[in-house]
Nanobody, 120 residues
Framework: QEQLVESGGGLVQAGGSLRLSCAAS????????MAWFRQAPGKEREFVGG????????YYADSVKGRFIISRDDAKGTVYLRLTSLKPEDTAVYYC?????????????WGQGTQVTVSS
């Protein structure tokens, strides 16, 4: 079993909403910086949002700011990404990632990804 497992993706119409979940297994990530990335076909993987331990700080790409919300529930060992006001250009595979060192550019763990498809 993977250390991080995403779920919640699917097909949604433009303007709709989804909630993605990233469940941890085998260890706690409560003291890790957690992030969501996405990758569309033919495109580079891009940062979507991140959240520090204890949710003291959050970060968002400009393209999703105001529409996506990252959160974490460490008691459940789960990180969430709420996607609202979805646009066709949000279509991508969404990945969860974790890093122990928030100051590092390298992530220590990655999930397998979950597909989000937004129709027009």
């Amino acid at each position: 079993q993977e250390q991080l497992v995403e779920s919640g993706g699917g097909l949604v119409q433009a303007g709709g909403s989804l909630r993605l979940s990233c469940a941890a297994s085998g260890r706690t990530f409560s003291n890790y910086f957690m992030a969501w990335f996405r990758q569309a076909p033919g495109k580079e993987r891009e940062f979507v949002g991140g959240i520090s331990w204890s949710a003291l700080m959050t970060y968002y790409a400009d393209s999703v700011k105001g529409r996506f919300i990252i959160s974490r529930d460490d008691a459940k060992g789960t990180v969430y990404l709420r996607l609202t006001s979805l646009k066709p250009e949000d279509t991508a595979v969404y990945y969860c990632a974790a890093k122990r060192d928030a100051g590092s550019s390298r992530y220590d763990y990655w999930g397998q990804g979950t597909q989000v498809t937004v129709s027009s």
